[in-house]
């Protein structure tokens, strides 16, 4: 089992950039593939990206591919999602989620057993 806690929402202008971490605050974020995802009120959870146990091999959604990096430090318990060239549709409430998988990242959030609360990611047009 793992807890995890998300931090470095905020708000940011349009074209800024932003680092979301995400700490396990119990438990062993290593032993767990893990993701972020967003959700906008009103909307259906969206994936973000994902990486493996590992950090060998990362996935993203088409939103996100050459603007965001997912990342991780195992040996810190600390996963990060660096996200540049914001736009205000990227606007939503980040969650990162860690699943017990050692195949390739999912994005489906029905396969993630562990969420934190989220941060708000807010960008001005």
């Known amino acids: 089992q793992v807890t995890l806690l998300e931090s470095g929402g905020g708000v940011v202008e349009a074209g800024g950039s932003l680092t979301l971490s995400c700490v396990a605050s119990?438990?062993?974020?290593?032993?767990?593939?893990a993701g972020w995802f967003r959700q906008v009120p009103g909307q259906e959870r969206e994936f973000v990206a994902g990486?493996?146990?590992?950090?060998?091999?990362?996935l993203y959604s088409d939103s996100a591919r050459g603007r965001f990096t997912i990342s991780r430090n195992n040996s810190e318990n600390v996963l990060f999602l660096e996200m540049s060239t914001l736009k205000p549709e990227d606007t939503a409430v980040y969650s990162c989620?860690?699943?017990?998988?050692?195949?390739?990242?999912?994005?489906?959030?029905?396969?993630?057993?562990?969420w934190g609360r989220g941060t708000q990611v807010t960008v001005s047009s």
């Open positions: 989620a860690a699943e017990l998988n050692y195949g390739r990242p999912r994005s489906n959030p029905v396969d993630y057993e562990y």
């Open positions: 119990a438990g062993t974020l290593g032993f767990y593939a």
């Open positions: 990486i493996t146990w590992n950090g060998r091999i990362s």
